[in-house]
């Protein structure tokens, strides 16, 4: 059953701590993700990835980083938490081609409570 | 940047009717895809769609890709309690650009 795993489904962190969410896929995917979902918001895309050790930033980038070191796993870092991602952060995979790349493969979700 | 619209955020319907949500945009897309979100899941894609005019149906989900390129529409038939959840579409232009979401429209089914 192919599917992509997020390691944490609810972690509370406090204010200025270091948070990492780990996200693998073991389908083989060369495309990686991480939005964050927000009530009234939607998705929005932070980071993301078409290849190893390598990395875009999307639309809200700001207070992220990522690190793609395998083909499998692409992590998503917050340097120093802050109240405001408080959020939930979703990961997702697809493949590249004509046609595909926008056919994710979501993860179950990580819910980042920073206090 | 551009921007895809859902309204309204939330609708109630009854078990047994149908229900139908569209998403329209300013730009033009390529691909227009549509996801579902179960609480407490990720996202999951019901359709994809690649070419203008292409009408999909997976059960009892039904899209079409508008012809003029910025709309697209769900028709969920015969409704039932586990189709609650909230419904996405998306955009893409190219065939590797980024995703564009809408807001997503929370469905609720009364038995």
């Known amino acids: 059953d192919v599917k992509v795993t997020q390691s944490s489904r609810y972690l509370v962190k406090r204010t200025g701590e270091k948070v990492f969410l780990e996200c693998v896929q073991d389908?083989?995917?060369?495309?990686m993700f991480w939005y964050r979902q927000d009530p009234g918001l939607g998705l929005r895309l932070i980071y993301f990835?078409?290849?190893?050790?390598?990395?875009e930033k999307g639309d809200i980038p700001e207070g992220y980083s990522v690190s793609r070191e395998k083909k499998e796993r692409f992590s998503l870092i917050l340097e120093s938490a802050s109240t405001n991602q408080t959020s939930m952060y979703l990961c997702?995979?697809?493949?590249?081609?004509?046609?595909?790349?926008?056919?994710?493969?979501f993860g179950e979700g990580s819910r980042l409570t920073v206090l | 940047g551009q921007q895809l619209n859902q309204s309204p955020q939330s609708m109630f319907i009854q078990e047994g009717e149908d229900v139908s949500m569209n998403c329209t945009s300013s730009s033009i897309f390529n691909t227009w895809l549509w996801y579902k979100q179960e609480p407490g899941e990720g996202p999951v894609l019901l359709i994809a769609l690649y070419k203008a005019g292409e009408l999909t149906s997976n059960g009892r989900l039904t899209a079409q890709f508008g012809i003029t390129r910025k709309d697209s529409f769900l028709n969920i038939s015969a409704s039932i309690p586990s189709d609650v959840g909230i419904y996405f579409c998306a955009g893409q232009a190219g065939a590797n650009s980024k995703l564009t979401f809408g807001k997503g429209i929370t469905l609720s089914v009364r038995p």
């Open positions: 997702a995979s697809s493949n590249p081609g004509a046609r595909g790349t926008g056919e994710l493969f």
């Open positions: 389908m083989d995917h060369e495309n």
């Open positions: 990835s078409y290849d190893v050790k390598m990395k």
